[in-house]
């Protein structure tokens, strides 16, 4: 994915549900967080996202430039579209979260921790390899994460399980 890639899914997607304000939440939301992210973690096709203010409107999104979509088929990448439950993010996430301007447009991520919070939280193997490359390149740090992954909801979490998770792929992001 490139940064134009997701200007592109953006402007799409204010077209279709006329909206101008979007949460970003995968892993792509990377290209806004970092000004040159690893090429390893910009191999995605797709853009996780919902509009902040209408999220229902997400699955309007979805059906016109998700996956399998003549968008899709004509471009190579899609949107994913989400709801605000997806990801596993601490709970005042929203006061460290990052604003980007496209035009009249309002890309809304995570943090780059609290990115990485939700995909530990998430545990998969491409999740691993995800939180893995960032720790070897030293662009998060465990104890943040860590700190992060405490303020979880510990209803819906388990957070013993999280921070295990989350060690175990610092140790293998060692030298």
């Given amino acids: 994915m490139k940064h134009s890639e997701l200007a592109h899914v953006l402007r799409a997607s204010a077209a279709i ?3 101008t304000s979007f949460v970003l939440i995968g892993s792509q939301a990377i290209l ?8 390893e973690l910009l191999v995605s096709t797709e853009i996780d996202l919902y ?3 209408h999220p229902e409107k997400a699955d309007l999104i979805d059906g016109a430039i998700g996956a399998y979509s ?16 997806t990801a596993s993010l601490p709970k005042d996430w929203m006061s460290r979260a990052v604003l980007t301007y496209f035009g009249d447009i309002t890309a809304i991520c995570p943090d780059l921790h609290d990115l ?8 998969r193997d491409k999740d ?12 998060v740090e465990i104890n943040t994460l860590l700190e992060r992954i405490a303020m979880l909801d510990p209803v819906k979490h388990k957070l013993a399980r999280i ?4 060690q175990r792929r610092a140790e293998e992001a060692k030298p």
């Fill in 17 to 19: 549900s006329d909206e």
């Fill in 32 to 39: 806004l967080l970092l000004e040159e992210p690893p090429a």
């Fill in 51 to 53: 509009p902040a203010l």
């Fill in 70 to 85: 003549t968008f899709h088929d004509t471009f190579g990448y899609h949107v994913d579209g989400i709801g605000p439950e």
């Fill in 116 to 123: 990485v919070v939700s995909k530990c939280a998430a545990g």
């Fill in 128 to 139: 691993a390899d995800f939180v893995r490359i960032l720790l070897a390149d030293g662009l």
């Fill in 163 to 166: 921070t295990q998770w989350t």
